[in-house]
Every structure is written in structure tokens, then in C-alpha cells.
């Protein structure tokens, strides 16, 4: 690991009037270095995603996009049984909303990261990895991803010659076989437990795993989701530790 | 003469989207306003809502507003007559499925933001409105805002066939003709405790108080409109209820 890291979050999941818990996208762009903005199906709207380009560029924060499936009530957390086509358009049409709203901001997207359950479609789908990425090569080449790794999207990335970066997911547990431990509902969590467990896996590239095991991980980017309970106190921590330890921090 | 009743919009989350704990106010409330999924309100916020006011005996009214999530259903849509007819029917049957699935029924339709004013400001709307409560059933009342001069009001209804609820509000400044002081004056709303409770008052024993000039205004009204999304609208609430039983 080198002594550069990006830490994304996930923000302006904000729709209309209302906003999750409590709201804390102007906090959290101040610490993070790059930011996936939700893209109108399963949270944002045109609006919201404007307000969180603004924000994004107030600090420097490199803006990727983050298309989930088309499902507000659900919040793009339940799986939707499409065509691996359908959700390929549904993918490029939040990208090209962003693109445009961003392009407006004089900013080019610097990412894509799938949400939600879309993101774990891709990591465990083949055929739809395969056509996405196929899919971005002709509508945004270049276009770096966020994938879990080992996964069937990273593969096919790689495959495809697109630049994939792994990420380390600060406030999850991790198991045996380095797979992430997903949870509904993620505990308050100790924010210096959380800050000592990123510096080990930036420093070593080890994480301890759930049945305490020394599990080996390969990252460029340390994924802080802004809807645990008490997101923005584990972002100052982590950020504090990080930048304490000599560790730089900047997008990818 | 029946006491004043208190009215209270709610089921307004969405999604992952939570409003506050409306447990609280809906143990207050004689009424609840309940979102029917167009401005607010998804199918399982819906049925939550009419359980909870089942359980504490609150009467449910459905609260249909115009196809804008995003909006909130505050923003004014251009419409078609025809359309707002079928977009309340649609709206007040959805929200009755929940209600029969609970053993009651929708008691009463009280249109939502944007909707809502635009029935009392213009002729057709309220047409409208009444033509979908008279089809949806024999009975069922329209509230609307309770504004100086209900005969014409009264005449649409009586024309229609439909039991009108005036609606008033304890923390609105009113302008002299009855309608509600718009959000853009910076005293269109009242913060002090003492003023609401004594504007709701005068409502209910008919008596005058204070439009926004200062000017005296009577209301006459069978609902009125509260708020409890925050511990300080329900301390107000609390206060509201106290007041008018001892009416």
C-alpha cells in the first residue's frame, strides 16, 4: 500500500423534502476525497445532485456517479428482476444526468460506483458486469469503477481494460474469506475501533476478521457509508488517524 | 355545539425517508390527514398510519395532492379538470383499501398543499373536488378552508350533494378576506404559544381576533389545523386540546 489513499462516500441521498437522519453531506465533503452522488433512482434529485456538485467542488472532492436501481420507496436497497439490457440503459441515463449536471459545474466525472443492491448485482451477475462494462467503454471511456473486489464486475473490467478500484469498507465486517459481513442495520460503532482498523489495513493490508483471523486486503479506497450511526464522527477519525500516520489523502 | 376539532396531516414519510415519531401527536389529535402516496406517503407508511390511528380512535381523512414526490406536492400543476377528479378518486381509494383492511373507513378528504389551495381559490377546483367525493360515496365531506364568505362555498356543496368541514388555523395570520397570509411575510406564521392558543379560541367560541393588520376577523369552523412533527408544535398541541375540552 502506498502512502496515498481516497476515501469515498456516498452522498446527497437526499429526495425533495426529505433528508436521511441527519444529514450530514457539508461535514463529511470536507473530509472525504471523492463522493458517489446518488443519480435520481433510488435517491437524489436534480436538485439535490446540483447542491452536492457545488459542495464537491467547494472542496475539491472528486464527484462519481451512483446509479442504483430505479426504486425510491426501497431505496435501491431490494433487487429488481430486469434484463441485464434494461438495467445497462438505467445505469447510462443516471450517468449522463450527472454528466450533464456536472458538466454545467465545469466538473467531469471521476468515477462510477453502483448502489445498493445494483452494486451487488453487478458484483455477483456476469452477463450484466460483462454488458455494463462493455457498455462504458463506448459511452464513457476511461471511466474508472468501484467494485468490490473479487467480484464479477472487477473481473469483467479487467477483462474490458478499465480501471477498477478496490475498495476497503471501513465500517463493515469482514470474514474468513475476505468477503464483507452485510448487515441491514449497521450498530453504532467505536469511531477510534474503526480509525485503528483502516490505518492496519492502509499500513499492513490486513484486516482482522469477524472469527479474528488475519485476513489479507488490497484497496485504493476506503468506502466510509455516510448512513451508519455516526458516520461523521468515524470520518473524522479515520481522517484524523490517516493524515496523523503520514498517509496522504486524494482521489485515485 | 360540537367542540372545535383538531386536524393533523400525517403518514408524510417515504421510503427510507422517515418523518418524525407521529405517535405522540396522534394521541392529541381527533382527526389525522393521512398522505396517500402521490406528495407522500408510500404503501407501507400508509398502512402503519391508519393502524395507528385505529388504535388510538383518531378518525382518518385521506390527503391526496398532486403527482409530485419531488415537490412535495407543493408546487401548483397544471391540471386538467377531469384529471383532478380521477386523481383524488384514485388517491381516496387507495388510502380507504388500508382503512377497510383495518376494519374502518376514509371519513373525510382534505386535499393536500398546492392542491388544497387551489380549491379554495378558484371555482372548478372545488367542483372537482366535490364531483370526486360525491362519486367515491354518499356522504363523504370535503374540508376546506373555513374562509369569511362560505355561501359560495356552501351553494358548490349543497349543488353537489357534499357535507362540508371548515378548516381553520390557530398558528396562521389571516388576511382580511379569510384566506391563509402567504409563507412570504415574515409574520405569516405564529411562534408564540399564548397567540395560538388564544386564536384558537376565539374560533371556537366564535369570538373576533387579530388579522395580520391588526384588523378584527371572525372565523367560524369545525377543524382545526395543528402540527406535532417536533416536541414544540406537540407542547402547543397538548395545550390546544387542553384548552378546547375545557371549552
Not at chain 2, 397544471?78 to 383495518?102: H, K, P, S
Request: proline residues 4%; glycine residues 8%; charged residues 20%.
Amino acid at each position: 500500500m502506498g502512502a496515498q489513499i481516497d476515501l469515498n462516500a456516498d452522498i446527497g441521498e437526499r429526495f425533495g423534502h426529505w433528508h436521511l437522519g441527519d444529514d450530514v453531506d457539508a461535514e463529511l465533503m470536507a473530509l472525504i476525497t471523492s463522493a458517489n452522488l446518488a443519480a435520481g433512482f433510488h435517491a437524489g434529485d436534480p436538485s439535490v445532485i446540483d447542491a452536492s456538485l457545488v459542495l464537491a467542488q467547494r472542496h475539491g472532492v472528486a464527484v462519481g456517479v451512483h446509479p442504483g436501481f430505479g426504486d425510491l420507496v426501497g431505496f435501491g436497497r431490494r433487487h429488481i428482476d430486469a434484463s441485464a439490457a434494461e438495467l445497462v440503459n438505467d445505469v447510462l441515463y443516471q450517468l449522463g444526468a450527472v454528466a450533464a449536471l456536472a458538466a454545467r459545474r465545469g466538473l467531469a466525472l471521476h468515477h462510477l460506483k453502483l448502489h445498493g443492491a445494483l452494486f451487488m448485482h453487478a458484483a455477483r451477475d456476469q452477463p450484466f458486469a460483462e454488458l455494463l462494462v462493455e457498455a462504458l467503454l463506448q459511452a464513457a471511456p476511461g471511466l474508472p469503477l468501484y467494485c468490490l473486489p473479487d467480484s464479477a464486475l472487477t473481473r469483467a473490467a479487467r477483462t474490458g481494460g478499465v480501471k477498477v478500484v478496490r475498495e476497503f469498507y471501513a465500517d463493515r465486517d469482514y470474514s474468513r474469506d475476505g468477503s464483507i459481513v452485510f448487515v441491514r442495520r449497521v450498530p453504532r460503532l467505536d469511531p477510534e475501533a474503526v480509525a485503528d482498523k483502516v490505518l492496519t489495513a492502509c499500513s499492513e493490508g490486513v484486516v482482522a476478521s469477524v472469527d479474528g483471523e488475519r485476513v489479507e486486503v488490497e484497496f485504493e479506497s476506503i468506502c466510509l457509508h455516510s448512513d451508519t450511526p455516526g458516520a461523521l464522527e468515524i470520518a473524522r477519525a479515520v481522517h484524523r488517524r490517516l493524515t496523523a500516520a503520514g498517509i496522504r489523502l486524494a482521489a485515485v | 355545539m360540537a367542540r372545535l376539532l383538531l386536524n393533523c396531516d400525517m403518514g408524510e414519510s417515504f421510503g427510507n425517508w422517515r418523518i418524525a415519531d407521529e405517535a405522540p401527536a396522534m394521541a392529541l389529535v381527533d382527526q389525522a390527514n393521512l398522505a396517500c402516496g402521490f406528495h407522500a406517503g408510500d404503501f407501507s407508511v400508509m398502512a402503519q398510519s391508519v393502524r395507528l390511528a385505529v388504535e388510538h380512535g383518531v378518525s382518518i381523512g385521506a390527503h391526496p395532492g398532486y403527482p409530485d414526490l419531488q415537490g412535495f406536492g407543493r408546487r401548483a400543476m397544471e391540471m386538467r379538470i377531469d384529471e383532478v377528479t380521477d386523481l383524488l378518486l384514485y388517491q381516496i381509494g387507495a388510502l380507504d383499501a388500508f382503512c377497510r383492511a383495518n376494519g374502518t373507513q376514509v371519513d373525510y378528504v382534505k386535499p393536500h398543499g398546492a392542491l388544497y389551495h387551489a380549491i379554495y381559490q378558484r371555482a372548478e377546483m372545488l367542483d372537482a373536488a366535490l364531483r370526486a367525493c360525491r362519486l367515491y360515496r354518499e356522504g363523504l365531506p370535503l374540508m376546506t378552508l373555513a374562509v369569511a364568505d362560505r355561501a359560495p362555498v356552501l351553494a358548490a356543496a349543497e349543488a353537489a350533494g357534499v357535507p362540508v368541514l371548515f378548516e381553520a388555523f390557530a398558528d396562521r395570520a389571516y388576511l382580511a378576506d379569510g384566506r391563509l397570509s402567504p409563507r412570504s411575510r415574515a409574520d405569516a406564521v405564529h411562534k408564540d404559544p399564548e397567540r395560538i392558543v388564544a386564536q384558537a379560541l376565539a374560533i371556537a367560541r366564535g369570538e373576533a381576533f387579530d388579522d395580520i393588520d391588526g384588523q378584527p376577523m371572525q372565523l367560524a369552523a369545525d377543524t382545526l389545523c395543528v402540527h406535532g412533527d417536533n416536541p414544540q408544535s406537540r407542547a402547543v398541541l397538548a395545550r390546544l386540546r387542553a384548552a378546547l375540552e375545557a371549552q
